[in-house]
């Protein structure tokens, strides 16, 4: 009898809580885990076998079942406790020799690797040579764009994150990886540019995409209903995400005395961070709330600190307008998801995102370190029911047409395939000629 062998691809994403239902908020843990569960899916459901390779830290089980043909592996390093994803790398020559051990011991045959950030793409570059591997490698975050947007609010912790030393270890990873996967435009003009210097035809786009059975606009009755339920009868501005300096909260507050001098009742419900949260987390969330108390706006302000994910689309749903206000912003899997649901978006300029939007019809787009002019932007939608009603109506079409992540799982499919199959046919000529030809120069 016929058996098909499922092909299989090893996905590295190594820092954070990578998990089938992930607590998002949780330290280092948001959008990007989202990214690499939900393509792994869909991968899954167009005939992949995928495993995704993870750090295993704290008391998280070895392996864990995501999709019938999706998995994560929890390979440990560098001891228990959680690592940070700026000073991680450092433990990632072990995680990359436990990885070879393992997959060496279970005898899996990968068609690629795939990392995710730079930190698994360090991870990634030594697996990838160890186990004649094509290398994609996804950054999500550039650090000499985060540098340029961030310096402002993080010069104290400089040393901390050492921009130059991870700026130097993504180099060599864009220069090493058979491909680079920008998840913007704007993404990938940096990469090619004088930063980094990535040739242009190694780097491909593929955006981050969204559930379409989970989101998805629903009509004005039902729209009331949720509010009803969230008992959110003010005008609201809805924000979420992890807690960190690049998210831009502190310039949303600052934008939030613009709106309320024009609609009075309007609310500003900020649902960040996790279902726990670490010192510095917390440090973070007093500082914001100082700040609300002020800018004398404490009334206007509703802090949350975790959405489960069965509200989430409610949230979306009451909400009168999402707000996305990060002063640095790979890309805003949050805005995708509220602008599928209908909810008209105001989202930053500084990020990859509004390059992909058309102001006015499907979303809104200001310059968050202008409070004035963020405000002013909220305010336009709050104010104007028809540009509203507008915003609504296209949003979900736009976001239907482009982001779904069936459609993001058929482009990656499609841009990685040959580059696999060349890596493997050059692979193969390298090891006949070196053997038939053992002193002749190859490339």
């Known amino acids: 009898m016929f058996k098909w062998q499922r092909p299989r691809l090893m996905f590295v994403s190594t820092h954070g809580y990578v998990a089938a ?12 885990v989202v990214y690499v569960l939900e393509l792994a899916k869909s991968l899954g459901r167009m005939g992949y076998a995928v495993d995704i390779y993870t750090r295993r830290f704290e008391n998280q089980l070895p392996e864990e079942r995501v999709a019938k043909d999706v998995r994560i592996l929890r390979i440990p390093c560098g001891g228990p406790k959680f690592i940070a994803k700026e000073i991680l790398w450092r433990q990632l020559d072990e995680w990359a020799d436990n990885v070879v051990n393992y997959v060496s011991a279970t005898g899996m045959r990968y068609q ?3 990392s995710h950030y730079w930190d698994a793409g360090y991870a990634a570059d030594n697996l990838a040579s160890r186990l004649q591997l094509a290398h994609i490698h996804t950054p999500h975050s550039l650090g000499s764009w985060k540098r ?10 400089t040393e901390f994150l050492n921009y130059d030393e991870r700026i130097a270890h993504e180099r060599k990873v864009y220069r090493q990886a058979q491909m680079v996967i920008a998840t913007t435009q704007q993404q990938a003009s940096v990469l090619v540019g ?10 491909q786009t593929l955006p981050a995409g969204y559930d379409e059975k989970r ?11 949720a509010k009803e339920r969230l008992r959110w009868s003010r005008p609201t501005i809805l924000a979420l995400g992890r807690i960190a300096a690049n998210k831009g909260y502190d310039l949303l507050l600052r934008a939030m005395p613009t709106v ?3 609609i009075p009742q309007a609310r500003l419900v900020l649902a960040i961070g996790g279902r726990t949260s670490n010192p510095q987390e917390q440090a973070a969330l007093a500082e914001l709330k100082c700040l609300a108390t002020q800018l004398q706006i404490s009334n206007h302000v509703q802090f949350e600190s975790h959405i489960p994910d069965e509200v989430l689309p409610d949230c979306y749903w009451a909400a009168d307008v999402f707000a996305l206000s990060s002063r640095y912003e790979p890309f805003g899997m949050t805005a995708i998801e509220a602008m599928a649901c209908g909810t008209p978006t105001v989202v930053t300029t500084e990020g990859g995102l509004c390059n992909e939007l ?17 405000g002013h932007a909220l305010c336009c939608v709050l104010r104007q029911p028809q540009l509203a009603e507008r915003l609504a109506r296209l949003g979900p079409e736009l976001t239907k047409s482009t982001f779904t992540w069936q459609k993001i799982a058929q482009r990656f499919r499609t841009i990685t395939t040959e580059v696999g199959r060349e890596y493997i046919r050059q692979a193969r000529y390298c090891s006949f000629a070196m053997y ?8």
């Not at 607590?23 to 990007?32: N, P």
């Not at 499907?362 to 370190?369: E, G, K, L």
Request: charged share 25%; with cysteine; net charge negative.
């Open 260 to 262: 309320v001098t024009r």
């Open 436 to 443: 038939h030809f053992p002193n002749q120069p190859f490339a």
């Open 112 to 114: 690629l690797v795939n």
């Open 358 to 374: 058309q102001w006015g019809l499907n979303a809104i787009y200001a310059d968050p370190r202008d409070s004035a002019e963020f």
């Open 194 to 203: 004088d930063d980094y210097h990535v040739p242009a035809e190694k780097v």
């Open 215 to 225: 989101f998805y606009p629903i009509d004005p009755t039902t729209r009331k209903q």
């Open 21 to 32: 239902h992930p607590d998002l908020g949780c330290a280092d843990t948001g959008g990007q």
């Open 148 to 157: 340029s947007q961030m310096l402002d609010t993080e010069s104290a912790r």
